[in-house]
């Protein structure tokens, strides 16, 4: 399935340590009151109710909630990644810092130059991590929304503004559960957007489960989430666009990094909603949705499943040939200055060669050309007051040319 972990959201997009204070930060296991082997549902379970009473757009003057909520989030932006997870079990903060964490912004929280500024860094490459709002989800949990029937082998296009959603239903019979389910969304207009899916809570609500961003994929933007029985694996490519310039090997190796195994790998039989929430940050966002039975797609199904163990086989490849690449490559760069030191080496040596080799010479006027031995041009044997009269007799023999003239013409 190509779902991936619930988010709250900030109104901050900077790193961790501007959006908590450094100093006395609480353990996330604390803030989030879960156990440190507490599933990840059971994370997110607890991370969507504090991210609801928390919520900025609920407590609009209560600054106390405001740096709650906020910890929260980092909290779970923390334990909702299995890297950055081992990282604080292992080391504490200090790992975590060193890392970095990223941070969701909230895009109903932002103002119109915020909203701007954003936008404008989104449309350079830099990733821009974005939360669902608090409306949306209340309105969920509360039951208060319209839900659509998807009819499974169907498709609907429609248009959703920005932080709203649509929901749908879409109903499973127990052949198609068996089978396995795709529901996919995409937009040629290259519209941002969320596909979510939520479970039915037992007071009437829906509570968000999964979620998967957009990715612009060749000339649309798309998401999906599998349910086909094996595991599929998401692909985290938010990696920073500043630090691929900065070192695009570093972010080439740490591509595949990014997978993250999906969490619900097959839904049973029933009625199950899912939602396209519009994730421009101005305008609508156009989409299309569809909802398929992979029995009609088993040559595609099974080729899926192969092409997902070969891209796990793949990242363990690279890591071991990421430790070659950067062995050979400090070799390389050794050998290289090497070179360059043994070139310029061989230039001086056959440069002074060449000076002394030239001393070996009685021709006055080759050897005040050449330079040997300290730069002295003077023949072996003779005097200083000796070279100084030759070199006026040369001069005035110079000025005193003897020049004949026929008729007006010099010859």
Known sequence: MGGSKIEGGTSSSSSSSAAVPVVNRRD??????????SSDQEIKSAYRKLALKYHPDKNASNPEASELFKEVAFSYNILSDPEKRRQYDNSGFEAIDAEGT?????????GTVNTMFAA???????????????????EALTGSITVKPLPLGSSISGKVDKQSAHFFDVTVTEEQAKAGIVVRVTSTAQSKFKLLYFEKDVGGGYNLSLQEDSEKTGKVTSAGMYFLHFQVYRL???VNALEMAKDPEAAFFKRLEGLQPCEVMEIKAGTHTFAVYGDNFFKTASYTIEALCAATYESTTHKLKEVEQQILRKRTDLRQFETDYRKALAQFQEVTNRYTQEKQNVDEL?????NIQSAFTSNKSVLGSKVSNGGSSRREGSSPREEEGKEKSAKKRWFNLSLKFTGDKKV
Do not use: W
Not at 102 to 109: R, Y
Not at 120 to 138: C, Q
Not at 350 to 354: A, I, N, P, Y
């Open 236 to 238: 985290d490519s938010s």
């Open 102 to 110: 990223d941070m969701e912004i909230d895009l109903s929280n932002l």
């Open 120 to 138: 404008l860094f989104s449309k350079l490459g830099v990733p821009i991590k974005t939360t669902i709002s608090a409306n949306v989800l209340e």
């Open 28 to 37: 996330p296991y604390e803030v989030l009151n879960v156990s440190k082997d």
């Open 350 to 354: 056959l440069k002074q060669r060449e």
